[in-house]
């Protein structure tokens, strides 16, 4: 089971717009201001892992994760750096039942750009993956391709949502929860080395934020509620592939 993600419809345009798009068509859409998407609602989500719907008109919103709530926000959501980009099922420093819980939140669907993703690994959580020849491919040949036996788990922008299960125990199950997400351009940006740095993910409040909305009962039904942690954004370079 997947967890649906709700998004505004000024979300689900921008989403629509550039949902088909490979990367150089959407990154060409920056040149002139009139086609550019950047900083559109909708430009960063990670559609590439989540179950997108649009937020219905007539939603009821039983709780509000805002920035303008200051420490209370920053408290209760995260973008931990060890659980950024590139991750890996046996990563040695995950959140217990992590696997289950991302899944059910954000499964990744690994595609032809993730080869050779397992040296772009997370730099807090790398480890030597085992590789294994794809299938059909002859063990003895040198350009044989390889692949990670373990499974991706991520490879976008993970925030972790904690303490939701006694905040929303008396709430409608039909209910949602709105949560703002910031965008840090530096490590959402074109390049890799922003994805895989130590840096702190940077949470401005003067800056540019999505917002995601997810259901009472989707939460309560989730493997953890009192842990929900969401690929949600994705890096502009998302699509471009791995080089090594």
Known sequence: MQATIFIPPEAMRTVEAIQLLDYYDRVTLSDQPATDLTAAPGYFLNTAALRIAELPAAASIALSLSPDQGKAYTQSLTAPKELRGVVYAGAPYLPPHYASIIRYWSPIAVSAFHQNAVYYQNVHNAYLVQLTFAEGEDPMDSYAERMPADELLTDGIVFCISGLAARLEDCDSQHFVEIFLPIDPVILGIEHDGLRSTDEYRFD????????????????????????????????????????
């Open 205 to 244: 409040a003067s800056g540019q934020w999505e917002r995601i909305y997810v259901r009472v009962a989707d939460i309560m039904a989730s493997p953890n509620p009192d842990l929900v942690a969401i690929s949600a954004l994705r890096s502009e370079l998302f699509d471009y592939g791995y080089v090594y």
